[in-house]
């Protein structure tokens, strides 16, 4: 199994630029994509990026040129860089995991537990 944590987000000023962090721990054999999703009030999770063992990276249109999401593979970590956030960027922030637990069996996927980013006008 794999268990993820998530650290980052609170409450943060319009045009600020924190960032999300999540470490994977666990039995697992190897992680094949790490990512975040968001999902806003009212509306459906979304992806807003994700970065597969190598170097490819998916943005969300709407985060594309703001946000940057990096992996240390040396330390099971994923993490979010968000500048110049808008009021419309709040939502419910989980990390995301795509791995397998043993030797060229099937990959899972995982979930965080979730961070709530709130950004004020």
């Known amino acids: 199994q794999v268990q993820l944590v998530e650290s980052g987000g609170g409450l943060v000023q319009a045009g600020e630029s924190p960032k999300l962090s999540c470490t994977a721990s666990?039995?697992?054999?190897?992680?094949?994509?790490m990512g975040w999703y968001r999902q806003a009030p009212g509306k459906q999770r979304e992806l807003v990026a994700r970065?597969?063992?190598?170097?490819?990276?998916n943005y969300l249109d709407s985060v594309k040129g703001r946000f940057t999401s990096s992996r240390d593979n040396g330390k099971n970590t994923v993490y979010l860089q968000m500048n110049s956030l808008k009021p419309e960027d709040t939502a419910v922030y989980y990390c995301?995991?795509?791995?397998?637990?043993?030797?060229?069996?099937?990959?899972?996927?995982?979930w965080g537990q979730g961070t709530q980013v709130t950004v004020s006008s």
């Open positions: 970065i597969t063992n190598g170097v490819r990276s």
């Open positions: 995301n995991v795509d791995a397998g637990l043993v030797s060229d069996g099937p990959v899972f996927r995982y």
């Open positions: 666990g039995s697992f054999f190897s992680i094949c994509v």
